[in-house]
C-alpha cells in the first residue's frame, strides 16, 4: 500500500509559478516510494482527469504532454522522497485540482488514469486571469 500527500497548490496569477510536492506518508515506506514511477494528473470542474507528466523511478524518463511541454518539469529527488512539478508561465486554463499517483509499471504510450495504482488527495491549483 502506497500513501501520497500533495502539497504546494494555490493561487497565482497567470504568467506566474508555483511548484508542487507529491511524498509518500502514513504507513508507506520511503524505499518503496522511491521505487515507484510516479505521475501527476489534473482534474478541472466538469472534465476527467487528464494527465500532465510522469517521471521513472531512477528519473531516466519522462513524459509531459502536449499543453505543458516547456512550461511545467517533473523531477524526482529520491533522497528527499518527493516528486515536485514545476509550472511556470502559468495559464488560467491549468486551473483544476492537482493528483500525484504512483505505479511499479512504466507506460509506454500516453498514460491514463488506469496505468496507476495510488493516488493523492490532490492539491488546489487556481490560475486568475
Known amino acids: 500500500q502506497v500513501q501520497l500527500v500533495e502539497s504546494g497548490g494555490g493561487l497565482v496569477q497567470a504568467g506566474g509559478s508555483l511548484r508542487l510536492s507529491c511524498a509518500p506518508s502514513?504507513?508507506?515506506?520511503?524505499?518503496?516510494?522511491?521505487?515507484?514511477?510516479v505521475g501527476w494528473f489534473r482534474q478541472a470542474p466538469g472534465k476527467e482527469r487528464e494527465f500532465v507528466a510522469d517521471?521513472?523511478?531512477?528519473?531516466?524518463?519522462?513524459w509531459h504532454t502536449d499543453s505543458v511541454k516547456g512550461r511545467f518539469t517533473i523531477s524526482r529527488d529520491n533522497a528527499k522522497k518527493t516528486v515536485f512539478l514545476q509550472m511556470n508561465s502559468l495559464k488560467p486554463e491549468d486551473t483544476a485540482v492537482y493528483y500525484c499517483?504512483?505505479?511499479?509499471?512504466?507506460?509506454?504510450?500516453?498514460?491514463?488514469?488506469?496505468?496507476?495504482?495510488?493516488w493523492g488527495q490532490g492539491t488546489q491549483v487556481t490560475v486568475s486571469s
Open positions: 517521471i521513472s523511478w531512477s528519473s531516466d524518463k519522462t
Open positions: 499517483a504512483a505505479d511499479r509499471r512504466w507506460t509506454i504510450t500516453m498514460p491514463t488514469t488506469r496505468d496507476f495504482t495510488y
Open positions: 502514513g504507513r508507506t515506506s520511503s524505499n518503496d516510494f522511491n521505487n515507484y514511477n
